[in-house]
């Protein structure tokens, strides 16, 4: 196994598992063996949780008040990354309430007592006014709040101290670097326990076809279609809009970076392009002052790719188990994406981490990420190309916000690739 990436891993795990549930359908010596194996795969992923959401949200928001000391450049673009980011969450909910991709098989059989205990979670947490809701997110003892893995009240305390940590200027710089250090030795232990994944995405897919056979699939294919249909109308529609707002077409960017997108399509990383995304930018008419910070910064702040997912994800888990999510548990999903995605991006299983983050405070069963891990990896795919779409025209509108944008310059480059393109 070892010649093989982690991803080829997961999928030939996610094979496996639905062969074996196929042959062994009906027979519940599947799940005595194999429920076992998926268990102990969901404890590793839940241990990590707590620390890792403390310790890079403290990081992320600490970074966020050096940023602002860089002046209105580094508020403008905060701004920008938040409202672009918040949209692409929207649309994630849109897709998922209007196409219904989790609908058609019920998971709710498959740990009765974990599932029980979500529902009654998420009926307590509808049954509360929203005045107790925000009332509940302000801890009265952190510590407590860790122990019951109240995620709300954990990132709350953790923007604050993380602003705290900014606004102690030199003296917290030690407290920023032991954060850091936690930040960095967690996600060693994500690697580590991503190594694992294949043998828990065996067992838990082996039990799923093996107790709803191999119609429990039908949503997983739904998810990938969807995800890809969504990415897409972000970029078109979306992104689109907001590059003629700002006086150049959405596809005159993806022509521009077709050799960056497919590079970063094909490897599911965005950091192996970023030194050319940042070049072509300032070729564009983008200052060089804006591009390095802009890009670099997109990074962690302007995942658009990511949040989108994030949120249709988490839904699409959510209508797998039968859970009813109204508008004020999709607002709640909503705010805490809108913190959870920032800061702790560009890092392996990181969508994993986010999510964890996200459906724990929502009521939503974690089990449901290791029936979607199988296809992580294409959906991974067309996250990182809107990620890097997004973050080029993010150059392009700041540069145009602050009166610094070349318009001949940027037509000019346009004609050269357009000219290149038609002599290749």
């Known amino acids: 196994m070892k010649r093989f990436g982690l991803a080829i891993q997961i999928v030939l795990g996610l094979i496996l598992g639905i062969l074996v549930g196929a042959i062994f359908y009906g027979n519940p010596a599947v799940a005595t063996y194999l429920q076992p194996i998926g268990d102990v795969f969901l404890r590793l992923i839940k241990m990590i949780v707590v620390p890792i959401v403390i310790a890079t949200l403290i990081v992320g928001v600490a970074g966020v008040g050096d940023i602002k000391k860089l002046g209105k450049i580094g508020g403008k673009t905060i701004l920008y990354f938040e409202i672009v980011t918040t949209i692409a969450i ?16 019920d998971m709710s059989h498959l740990t009765k007592t974990d599932i029980h205990t979500y529902v009654e979670t998420a009926e307590t947490t509808q049954s509360h006014s929203m005045i107790d809701t925000f009332v509940n997110i302000v801890p009265k003892n952190i510590f407590d709040a860790i122990v ?34 936690v930040a960095d030795a967690m996600f060693w ?17 082996g039990v799923t ?3 709803f056979g191999l119609s429990s699939l039908v949503p997983l294919g739904k998810l990938v279609i969807l995800v890809h249909l969504a990415m897409l109308f972000f970029i078109l529609v979306v992104l689109g809009t907001i590059a003629r707002i700002s006086g150049v077409k959405i596809t005159s960017i993806l022509r521009i970076l077709k050799d960056e997108l497919l590079l970063a399509y094909s490897t599911s990383s965005s950091e192996t ?6 070049e072509k930018m300032e070729k564009m008419g983008c200052p060089k002052a804006i591009t390095s ?39 709640t999903l909503m705010l805490v994406l809108m913190v959870t995605s920032k800061g702790i991006a560009g890092v392996p299983g990181v969508s994993f981490v986010v999510l964890l983050a996200t459906l724990g ?36 509108v700041i540069s145009r916000w602050e009166g610094q944008f070349d318009q001949q310059k940027a037509e000019q480059y346009i004609q050269e690739v357009k000219a290149e393109a038609r002599a290749a």
Do not use: H, W
Request: overall charge neutral; hydrophobic content about 60%; charged content about 10%.
């Open 90 to 105: 929207v649309v994630g909910l849109l897709a998922a309430n209007l196409f219904q991709p989790g609908v058609g098989v």
């Open 293 to 331: 910070f802009v890009v670099p910064t997109g990074y962690s702040f302007n995942l658009d790719g990511s949040t989108l997912y994030q949120a249709l994800a988490a839904l699409f888990i959510a209508q797998m188990y039968g859970i009813d999510m109204p508008i004020s548990a999709q607002i």
């Open 361 to 396: 405070s929502v009521g939503i069963p974690l089990e449901g990420l290791a029936f979607i891990a199988g296809v992580d990896r294409l959906l991974d795919m067309a996250r990182t190309v809107v990620n890097v779409v997004g973050n080029a025209l993010a150059a392009v």
């Open 209 to 211: 076809v093996s107790k």
């Open 148 to 181: 019951r893995g109240d995620m709300l009240a954990i990132i709350f305390f953790s923007v604050l101290f993380g602003l705290g940590v900014a606004a102690a200027g030199d003296k917290g710089k030690p407290v920023l670097a032991f954060f850091q250090g």
């Open 189 to 205: 232990v994500v690697n580590a326990i991503m190594r694992f994944a294949p043998f828990g995405v065996f067992a838990l897919i």
């Open 273 to 278: 392009v970023l030194p050319k995304i940042m």
